[in-house]
């Protein structure tokens, strides 16, 4: 097995959305390379369950790390790419969406117009 590159796992973060299949975090780094973060287009027909994953997402975002820049370690690239561009920007100016040491923030302003509910003490999924 290749040596894999090193990634800051995020103790304490959930695993994914309950009752679903949708995971927020991975277990180790990908032996292929990492995932590279593209911004993907929501459209508004997303079913009810995307839509709650988005929000879960950022709600454990929000809860884990706040204001601050936060590593991309081991966080899902497909879940961010939900968000990013958008709710979840670069941190840096030399970012590299190829890097698990990638730092990302929260677009405060946006994320909370458009998931209010993220930023509530409790969110019932």
Known sequence: MPKLPPMTKHRGFPSGLPGTGFQFTIRRANPRGVTPLKTRKRVA?????????????????????????????????GRISWLFGQELIPAEDDFDPASYEAMLVIDEDLARRNFPQAFEEVLEV
Do not use: C, M, V
Not at 52 to 77: C, I, M, Q, V
């Open 45 to 77: 027909d997303r079913s009810p369950t995307d839509r709650k994953a988005d929000a879960a997402f950022l709600h454990a975002l929000w809860h884990h790390f706040g204001r601050e820049p936060f590593e991309r370690g081991n966080l899902d690239a």
